[in-house]
């Protein structure tokens, strides 16, 4: 059963970067794609961006400046940076699978979640 | 950026009901779309893919149709386990956004 599993920090400076890493269990992170996804009260769910097992990525055009994602295959691992944050980045941080057979960019399997909050 | 559209917002309804959620997307995405359930305090749950592919392991009593811009999900029997946000996710093209969710609530 494949597993996902958010850590890093909660609370984050404002102007401060944000981290995050998903480590996936169960399975291989090769052969799929990654994303990270965030929910707030405010905006709902948004797709931040995803990484593909070759390291390729692509992101938000609504945050593409600000985020970085990699990926380790050494450690069943990938990861979210997000600087220059601000309140308005509080969220609910996911990381969440994508099949890789085909125009299937749905999210199969997700973390639990990881609140992270935006605060001095 | 392609943006889904939910209805209704909240719906109640018996248990045995048949319940429909509407996603109405502003450009024209073939059948790429999925839908989730999501309960209080959890991730999303995957039901279904392409419009109309159950999810493995999703009860049938679960299924969704359309194409194009018009999309419904239906619930034929609703259970009380039923209860929980659902969201549709259009992944026709960059960047992927999902719908504002349709509450369902058990009367």
Known sequence: QVQLQESGPGLVKPSGTLSLTCTVSGDSIGTYRWSWIRQSPGKGLEWIGYIYYIGSTNYNPSLKNRVTMSLDRSTNQFSLKLTSVSAADTAVYYCARSPDNGWTYFFDYWGQGKQVTVSS | DIQVTQSPATLSASVGDRVTVTCRASQII?????????????????????????????????????????????????????????????????????????????K
Do not use: M
Not at chain 2, 56 to 82: C, H, K, N, Y
């Open chain 2, 30 to 106: 073939s059948d790429w779309l999925a839908w989730y359930q999501q309960k209080p305090g959890k991730a999303p749950k995957l039901l279904i893919y392409k419009a109309s592919t159950l999810q493995s392991g999703v009860p049938s009593r679960f299924s969704g149709s359309g194409s194009g811009t018009e999309f419904t999900l239906t619930i034929s029997g609703l259970q009380p386990e039923d209860f929980g946000t659902y969201y549709c996710q259009h992944y026709n093209s960059y960047p992927w956004n999902f719908g504002q969710g349709t509450k369902v609530e058990i």
